[in-house]
């Protein structure tokens, strides 16, 4: 008689209820942003140049390859750095899974497997959304799937799971400390999107 298996349970400690929004922009070297605070995650990915990022005060360069996670309900706000432009993705979505607290208050440095990973979930986000390429001057775009493609929301799913859990077992992070990386005359209060010209272009395949 066969011996009686015990089936082994999933345990999904990484959810993702609803992607919010998936904008990729090629912004220039003048860009600022107003902070910003919404009730849902939003991950930053510097895909070419340098951006200084605003976390709850705390001032944080981040270069080519790295990447921010943003908590529900903080203020953040990211601008150039008046040297160089920049193309950044940024992804929001909804979570109510604990272990992405370990994201908090740190930037990542992603390896090649991570940015494999991210680069398949562009690519199904192209495929199921259309070109995620944001030219609406800095207004992210409702989120809508372009065709009947079987599955399509549950890859991105997938995938972006995958490159969470990637993150979150890389030993590859920097811990935020308050610093003076803002430029000297930055106000947020007296910039707006509307004065910046936004130029967007593709992301960089990483196959």
């Avoid at 996670?69 to 979505?93: E, K, Y």
Wanted: hydrophobic share 35%.
């Amino acid at each position: 008689m066969m011996k009686k298996l015990t089936p082994l349970k999933i345990n999904k400690e990484v959810v993702i209820s609803s992607f919010n929004t998936i904008d990729y922009y090629n912004l220039n070297k003048d860009f600022y942003q107003i902070p910003d605070s919404h009730p849902y995650w939003e991950m930053v990915y510097v895909d070419r140049g340098d951006v200084i990022s605003n976390y709850d005060g705390i001032g944080h360069s981040l270069s080519e390859g790295e990447v921010i996670f943003h908590p529900p309900n903080s203020v953040h706000s990211h601008i150039s750095n008046r040297i160089v432009s920049n193309s950044i993705l940024v992804v929001s979505f909804t979570s109510e899974s604990k272990l992405l607290e370990s994201l908090k208050q740190k930037s990542f440095t992603l390896d090649n497997s991570a940015k494999k990973t991210l680069s398949l979930f562009l690519d199904e986000c192209n495929s199921a959304l259309g070109d995620i390429e944001n030219t609406s001057g800095g207004i992210p775009r409702e989120l809508t799937l372009t065709d009947n493609i079987v599955g399509a929301s549950q890859m991105m799913e997938c995938y972006f799971v995958e490159f969470l859990y990637a993150i979150i077992r890389s030993n590859s992070f920097n811990v935020l400390k308050k610093n003076r990386l803002l430029p000297a005359n930055y106000n947020p209060t007296t910039h707006s999107l509307k004065n910046q010209r936004l130029i967007l272009s593709k992301h960089k395949s990483y196959k």
